[in-house]
């Protein structure tokens, strides 16, 4: 059974976490997320869990990793400056294999920026933010329901694949409110991470049991176990043996690139017949969807491709797409970002026409309209 309630996209984002399986909170008040540190501080100490304010941004994803290392399903919140000192601590997470969850809610930029304001202008940060080659896997919500589904769905991509996961909204979506119908517990389906079924005198840490992902102890469960930045061999000591460091790097992107046929996560509207197609995501998706909308009002073949997963990219969609286009739309509220992903796949398929905003304003449906008119000639 369902119940609805009224919650902004931050509210949403916490339910979704608390839904999840969610026992540990660790950050730092910034806007425009301060309202998920503010109900985490409220939730969790009542279901038993853990909240605690840090004294920075790098401390809270620290403290976030190490409940998770204690077997704490785990998140912090942030927004652009924040989400920049973080790096440091996703590369950490990426390579020590530790599942957690960073929500991060973009705002106008560089620096300080425009606090209060919406940005898209993170998207590259969060693939690319850290040093060194490693998976990233970053959501996209564009609604407050799906600030709800796809922060489930980050816990769960996290304990499946032992690995950050990036819940990347907006300002907009973060503070506007939706009627959310919310799912009953037993209607929600949690992914827990893999346990050692061997006694711990015959456990190997980072053995690769097939799947790429290795079980994963607790601490204190009495498994040895070392944790360290540094490449490491199966035991999880430190080494720079080519033999070892080469199939380490491999697996940690083999145990999510073999399941890319299973996150091409998107939505298509009205593209059965279309021959100019919109790729958005995030608030400027549900602008897109209004201009979509309108200009087959006036007869125009238009559709619409929104993103809900960011990384690893839809290519598979967005080819499939190119195919019966002759023309792809990439609006955002950016320099353009996603865009430059969008023309790697193209390859000269179609013609890629941007749009741009970098007032720190929401995309209209308007704008996007009179772009689509324009190239329609």
Same mark, same amino acid.
């Not at 399986?21 to 997320?33: R, V, W």
């Not at 969790?44 to 853990?50: D, N, T």
């Not at 998770?68 to 919140?77: C, D, N, Q, R, Y």
């Given at each position: ?103 991060? %809610?973009?705002?106008?930029? $560089?620096? +300080? #920026? &425009? !606090?209060?304001? *919406?940005?898209? /202008? ?81 456990? %190997?840490?980072?053995?690769? $049991?097939? +799947? #790429? &992902? !290795?079980?994963? *102890?607790?601490? /204190? ?157």
């Amino acid at each position: 059974m369902t119940n609805a309630e009224l919650l902004s996209g931050n509210e949403a984002c916490v339910k979704g976490a608390l839904a999840a399986g969610c026992t540990f909170f660790a950050g730092y008040p910034i806007t425009p997320s301060s309202e998920i540190a503010h109900m985490m501080a409220y939730e969790l100490p009542r279901r038993g869990g853990i909240f605690i304010q840090m004294e920075d941004e790098i401390a809270s994803l620290g403290a976030v990793i190490g409940a998770s290392l204690a077997g704490a399903k785990s998140v912090t919140a942030t927004s652009g400056p924040g989400f920049s000192l973080m790096q440091e601590h996703i590369g950490f997470a990426s390579i020590a294999e530790v599942p957690c969850v960073v929500i991060s %809610v973009m705002r106008g930029g $560089p620096s +300080t #920026g &425009v !606090p209060t304001h *919406p940005s898209q /202008g993170d998207v590259m940060q969060a693939r690319w933010g850290t040093h060194g080659d490693r998976p990233a896997v970053v959501l996209a919500p564009s609604s407050v329901a799906e600030c709800f589904g796809l922060t489930i769905e980050a816990f769960n991509l996290a304990e499946r694949y032992r690995t950050p996961v990036i819940v990347l909204t907006d300002e907009m979506i973060a503070h506007m409110r939706e009627k959310v119908f919310l799912p009953s517990s037993d209607e929600i389906k949690l992914v827990e991470r893999l346990k050692p079924a061997e006694p711990p005198e015959w456990f %190997v840490p980072y053995r690769d $049991p097939g +799947t #790429g &992902v !290795p079980p994963m *102890p607790a601490f /204190g469960e009495g498994y040895r176990y070392h944790v360290t930045g540094l490449c490491h061999d199966e035991r999880g000591y430190p080494t720079t043996r080519a033999d070892e460091v080469e199939p380490f790097v491999r697996r940690l992107f083999r145990k999510i690139s073999q399941d890319f046929d299973k996150l091409q996560w998107s939505e298509t509207y009205y593209t059965e017949d279309s021959t100019l197609n919109v790729v958005a995501f995030g608030s400027v998706a549900r602008a897109a969807l209004r201009a979509v909308r309108d200009a087959r009002s006036k007869g125009m073949k238009v559709g619409l491709l929104k993103l809900l997963i960011l990384f690893p990219f839809v290519r598979r969609k967005v080819t499939q797409l190119m195919e019966s286009s002759t023309t792809i739309l990439v609006p955002e509220i950016n320099m353009g970002q996603i865009s430059r992903e969008v023309k790697r796949v193209n390859q000269g398929k179609c013609r890629i026409e941007t749009l741009n905003k970098v007032a720190h304003e929401p995309m209209t449906p308007h704008e996007i309209l009179e772009k689509i008119e324009e190239i329609y000639g």
